[in-house]
């Protein structure tokens, strides 16, 4: 007496067969090699013994840019990628997740997963202090020091997904050279001028 268990349900059958294997196909069951017997088919009966037969499903991975069909009674994706040979490098992932049962529609996606750091030099812009001045006329301005910018180093990490780029995050930035702060005088000191000298000025900005 053999207990028979397969997806669709549970049965006792009687077989005079040597092997699990024979006893199978003695049910009509067409068995291939992808399918997943346990005991294993060269298993001889020799009494009472409980079968468990999952077939092969087909299943279409998608990985690389290509699709690959291939037949699979594994219990997990993981295990089906690695029975068609299609190993994770690095942070590749698949979709549904490596430890999931494999998908109703039978398609699985492969998403190949790099990354790279560049280094790259940013400016920094300086500042401008302004200090009142009484010894320079209001509205006139007078450079003191000259501002000159600095100068940042930033670490950027770009992750890649089947060669797209998906993600772009600015891990440190270090201040290579610090901005000089620019200097300037602002004139306060108010100064008179003759009406006559006001009138050829604007007479010149009219004409």
């Known amino acids: 007496t053999l207990t028979l268990v397969t997806p669709d349900g549970q049965q006792s059958i ?3 067969a040597r092997t699990v294997g024979e006893a199978l196909y003695s049910t009509g069951l067409l068995i291939s090699l992808a399918d997943l017997i346990d005991p294993p088919a060269d298993t001889p009966i020799t009494g009472t013994l409980t079968v468990t037969f999952t077939p092969a499903r087909e299943l279409t991975i998608s990985v ?3 699709l ?14 690695a029975e068609a040979g299609i190993p994770f490098l690095g942070l590749d992932y698949s ?7 494999l998908p109703a529609d039978g398609q699985i996606q492969v998403v190949r997963v790099s990354e ?8 920094i812009p300086y500042k401008t202090e302004t200090i009142q001045s009484a010894d320079l006329e209001f509205g006139q301005q007078e450079v003191i020091s000259l501002g000159v910018n600095g100068i940042a180093l930033t670490r950027t990490r770009i992750r890649y997904e089947d060669g797209q780029e998906v993600k772009r995050v600015t891990e440190t930035e270090s201040v290579v050279q610090p901005p000089q702060t620019q200097v300037v005088n602002a004139g306060t000191k108010l100064v008179s001028h003759d009406i006559g000298t006001i009138g050829k000025y604007a007479s010149k900005l009219l004409y």
């Open 68 to 81: 690959l069909p291939i037949k699979s009674s594994a219990p997990t994706v993981g295990r089906a990628l």
């Open 116 to 123: 790279s750091v560049t280094l790259a030099l940013k400016p």
């Open 14 to 16: 009687q077989s005079a």
């Open 95 to 101: 979709s549904p997740s490596e430890g999931e049962a």
């Open 64 to 66: 690389d840019g290509k």
